[in-house]
């Protein structure tokens, strides 16, 4: 039988979830639980409740109740740690310190065995609280356009990675900007699809043209609302996916398509189900988890050219590509696709080949054995352990004080 492991997945972004890496954790977190394992999801919130929540649980841990902080076996438990502010649909900004603090805390005294910090690149402290963990410390990195402004941070970053027993990119192309950046191994975990799609397309009338545009970049947005009023309505069923009600506003005035807010995973995924194209308005629309999904479904996929991640598809094999916020380029590629239903058929299939094992991966299963094996290695000592060298001389100075008393 599994050990039974007691784990802290770790969002400075905040809970409860709303973007794609936050979705990705909650996947994770319910698939580890189904597997028999204690779950707790850590970050700020700015749901009063939660944070009141959090406090009450905190206080408990405090006076010695460790399974305040835990959740029950095969559960999830959502755990508040701080206050933070909305700033968007999409972007939350918590109180660092009074977060560490309490995040601190709780992996001090709740006896977990893994703390798991997601996006570590965030603007927190969270990696710093991790990395004095004492059991075991692991990190996920999700997108490559987070590490653009870490090179200048290097020597820190570097630093700090080293006290982590695992670092998790997932995918090969996170991987492998990682490893120009701070080289080490990386571990490449495929995250799990939200929703495992139909081996058969159903074959219907019009296409249907799905453009994602749901970036923070308002190019973006005005770029793909641009390209679906340009198609006839005759030629395809459309519609524009954006990132939030403003945006959603905004393109409702120039489009005629159907406008949908971004849905959850599970949403996309049925939307796909029913989608022949799918456009990539902006390059900060590829390096999200919707290009391997819309590849696993066997849409027909336009990617722009040179953004992180387009690299997955080969220009007339899996795929098009587009130069970048080129209204003739990608009315080329469309009109292409509209016209040619083997075409469409035909990239579909190479695309949902392409995407191999994503279709059928375990993020979960591959997550538990990687931490049953770092458990099982030696590994260095903690920060947390020895604390760092002024606070050490302060003890002993206090104890010598006392000594001498």
Known sequence: MTRVLSIALIMPAGVPAVDDVGFHVVAEAEGLA?????????GPSDDGDLVREGRTRLAALRHGDTTAVAGERGQVLTLALGRAVRVSEKRRVGDPLETARSMEAVLRLGEFD?????EPLTASLALGVVRRHAGVRAATFHRVDRLAGAALLQPLLARSLSRLDLCIAT???????LSELIPRDYLV???????????QRPVSGLPHVVVLA????R???HFGASLLSALPDERARTTLVVAGALAARRAARATAADILVDPTPVDRASLLESTDIV??????????????????????????????GAQSIRHGVDGLVAERFSRHSYGAALDRLLGDAALRGRLGAAAREAAGDHAVADGAAALEAAYLSALDRPRRESPSARGPKILRRMRETRNATGNRR
């Open 219 to 221: 190019a973006g947005h």
């Open 279 to 308: 456009v990539f308005a902006s390059p900060e629309d590829v390096s999200s988890p919707a290009l391997a999904e819309a590849m696993a479904a066997g849409t027909a996929i336009v990617v722009p050219r040179g953004a992180a």
């Open 214 to 217: 749901r970036g923070r970049d």
């Open 171 to 177: 995918s090969e192309e996170v991987r492998a900007a």
């Open 114 to 118: 893994v703390a798991h910090i997601h």
């Open 34 to 42: 189904r597997r028999g394992h204690r779950v707790a999801i850590i």
């Open 189 to 199: 975990v495929t995250p799990s699809l939200a929703k495992t799609p139909p081996t």
